[in-house]
């Protein structure tokens, strides 16, 4: 089966390619809770095996880059972090303020557990990674991660309301540092981090990533 993805309404295929991610994360959540007998689980695992087929039926050569959505804000929808066309993405709902802060909302499921009971220290580095990048590109300063360092203060739950900040601080020649942290609603801090963030030569004179 073929069909011509560039006939369809973009709009129309953001949404279904956003339901699939989301039926797909739940998928992982049900895959890593679930106790149902070992036959069923062997019986699910051959019809995935087929729906995988039938994804594959069509494959890109390369990987969603960036686009614009209806409202003109850029979106990303192959990224890790904040991709509504990733499975693996929270994905992260990122506010900013044009100044310099971001800003989101969130919640961790079973599927990032680290220690038993609370979510790994690499899947909270990797949301305020992305976190600290967006504060310092809202301030004007787009950037590669050059470091991150993490301080771990409390272990992070998973299945609670938790929420992100970050702010861009300053910049020294291309090099721009961010600041933020993963807290509980009542502004606890369970990881706090701070990111160099440096803009690559040929972004300054072309005027950004592409
Ligand atoms: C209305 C506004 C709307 C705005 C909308 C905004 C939307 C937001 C959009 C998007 C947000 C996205 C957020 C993403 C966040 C996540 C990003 C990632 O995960 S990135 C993947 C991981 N990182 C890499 O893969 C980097 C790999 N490394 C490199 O590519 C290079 O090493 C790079 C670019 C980091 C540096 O390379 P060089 O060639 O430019 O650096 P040289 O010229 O050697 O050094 C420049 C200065 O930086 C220092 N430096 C270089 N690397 C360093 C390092 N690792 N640590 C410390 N200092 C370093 C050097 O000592 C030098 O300092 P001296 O100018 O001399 O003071």
């Not at 390369?62 to 990733?86: C, E, Y």
């Amino acid at each position: 089966m073929t069909i011509d993805v560039t006939a369809e309404d973009a709009g129309a295929r953001h949404t279904a390619l956003s339901l699939l991610s989301q039926q797909t994360r739940d998928l992982i959540d049900a895959v890593v809770m679930t106790d149902v007998p070992q036959d069923e689980l062997l019986a699910v695992a051959a019809e995935l095996a087929a729906l995988t087929e039938r994804l594959n039926a069509v494959r890109r050569d390369s990987t969603r880059g960036f686009d614009l959505g209806s409202d003109g804000v850029p979106r990303h929808p192959g990224n890790a972090v904040i991709g509504s066309a990733n499975p693996l993405a929270l994905p992260l709902a990122v506010e900013t303020t044009p100044e310099r802060t971001a800003r989101a909302e969130l919640s961790f499921r079973p599927a990032h557990e680290g220690p038993p009971d609370s979510v790994h220290g690499g899947v909270s580095a990797m949301v305020l990674d992305h976190l600290l990048g967006h504060a310092a590109a809202v301030a004007g300063f787009p950037g590669m991660t050059a470091s991150l360092t993490v301080h771990y203060r409390r272990p992070v739950p998973y299945g609670e309301p938790l929420v992100a900040t970050a702010e861009y601080t300053r910049s020294e020649g291309r090099k721009n540092w961010a600041d933020g942290r993963i807290a509980l609603p009542d502004g606890t801090p369970l990881v706090e981090a701070t990111g160099l963030f440096i803009t690559p030569s040929g972004w300054v004179t072309q005027g950004g990533p592409a």
